[in-house]
């Protein structure tokens, strides 16, 4: 094998002991993928991630709490639009039927983080926590990266409730 074959295969491997080390963590039952952060102009206090959680198990599961080492607060928020005017609401807690998933995207639920401790950059990793009702953390790392322009990806006009 060629090193860059090589080397993307190591990745490959290396990426899905990760992700089986990531489930495992929540003892098989819960998993999340397409984890991303959206890119801010350089000053931004807020930035939102995004991401899907999938309830593996025959029972509820609710996320109650988050947070990241490289960021001062992290909220669970929804957006929505309400007679035409742009909301976004702090959640208490997320819960997710058995078997169901939730995906957290641009103009819906996504995670408010705030005050951030360093600045970001473009395929840069940010390590978050979401903290479970019944005790467990599911960690994981969404990467820095820039939308496809969508204008609902913008938190500037939202009015917090």
């Known amino acids: 094998m060629s090193a860059p074959r090589s080397s993307r295969f190591l990745s490959m491997v290396f990426g899905f002991i990760a992700f089986v080390s990531l489930s495992a963590s929540a003892g098989d039952m819960h998993m999340v993928s397409d984890a991303w952060v959206r890119l801010a102009p350089a000053g931004t206090k807020m930035h939102a991630g995004y991401l899907t959680l999938h309830n593996s198990t025959e029972e509820e599961a609710s996320v109650v709490a988050a947070d990241s080492p490289q960021y001062m607060n992290v909220e669970i928020h929804h957006s929505r639009i309400v007679d035409g005017i742009a909301t976004m609401t702090r959640q208490d807690q ?68």
């Not at 840069?124 to 820039?146: F, Q, W």
Request: zero cysteines.
């Open 94 to 161: 997320i819960t997710l039927a058995p078997g169901g998933m939730l995906k957290m995207a641009p103009g819906g639920f996504h995670l408010m983080l705030m005050h951030p401790k360093m600045a970001l950059k473009e395929g840069d990793a940010v390590e978050i926590n979401l903290h479970l009702a019944d005790g467990g953390t599911l960690s994981l790392k969404a990467m820095v990266r820039k939308t496809g322009g969508m204008a609902h990806d913008s938190h500037s006009g939202h009015k917090m409730n």
